[in-house]
T-cell receptor, first 113, second 113 residues
Framework: DGGITQSPKYLFRKEGQNVTLSCEQNLNHDAMYWYRQDPGQGLRLIYYSQIVNDFQKGDIAEGYSVSREKKESFPLTVTSAQKNPTAFYLC????????????FGDGTRLSIL | SQKIEQNSEALNIQEGKTATLTCNYTNYSPAYLQWYRQDPGRGPVFLLLIRENEKEKRKERLKVTFDTTLKQSLFHITASQPADSATYLCALDMSGGYNKLIFGAGTRLAVHP
């Protein structure tokens, strides 16, 4: 079955440490997205990529970085510059044509040690 | 900037009744609007998409309306079941159809037997 796989499901970060969240899709989608979800708030867009080797900042990109070297993969690094990283992180993908739904993974919950 | 408002209070209804959830937005109307379901600890799952030139869309027990004059979408679940209990998210495309979405915080629905 096609889908999006996020790993790990739970992740703990020490102060001053960078951590990388994995997102892999086998849906052959061109576009991929990273969101952050905090309690009582809507999903907020961190970064998105419409095509391989290209990505754009979303609304809350500070303290995060991404790469898109392969169509299937869109890893997110939470750097030590992100002072409040505790959240539920969701990866999604969609076809690049207009008016398409997004397909989500089951998220990674990041906490601070 | 565009804002999306969904009722933050949980909606409690009796099994068999119709659940109606509201999504209000400010400023200009989006190209289309989507509804997603999210279960605790899981990623959102796409349910329905409605375009700005459509007034109503149906899928099995689900119905979505889109009123660009009122800047509002209503999401209905008829003959509700306890399995329908989840958080429902409204999302707007503000990128002219290029799938860059803004999400509401969601409304939690609890269907009681």
């Amino acid at each position: 079955d096609g889908g999006i796989t996020q790993s790990p499901k739970y992740l703990f970060r020490k102060e001053g440490q960078n951590v990388t969240l994995s997102c892999e899709q086998n849906l052959n989608h061109d576009a991929m997205y990273w969101y952050r979800q905090d309690p009582g708030q809507g999903l907020r867009l961190i970064y998105y990529s419409q095509i391989v080797n290209d990505f754009q900042k979303g609304d809350i990109a500070e303290g995060y970085s991404v790469s898109r070297e392969k169509k299937e993969s869109f890893p997110l690094t939470v750097t030590s510059a992100q002072k409040n990283p505790t959240a539920f992180y969701l990866c999604a993908s969609s076809p690049s044509t207009s008016n398409q739904p997004q397909h989500f993974g089951d998220g990674t919950r990041l906490s601070i040690l | 900037s565009q804002k999306i408002e969904q009722n933050s209070e949980a909606l409690n209804i009796q099994e068999g009744k119709t659940a109606t959830l509201t999504c209000n937005y400010t400023n200009y109307s989006p190209a289309y609007l989507q509804w997603y379901r999210q279960d605790p600890g899981r990623g959102p799952v796409f349910l329905l998409l409605i375009r700005e030139n459509e007034k109503e869309k149906r899928k099995e027990r689900l119905k979505v309306t889109f009123d660009t004059t009122l800047k509002q979408s209503l999401f209905h679940i008829t003959a509700s079941q306890p399995a329908d209990s989840a958080t429902y998210l409204c999302a707007l495309d503000m990128s002219g159809g290029y799938n860059k979405l803004i999400f509401g915080a969601g409304t939690r629905l609890a269907v009681h037997p």
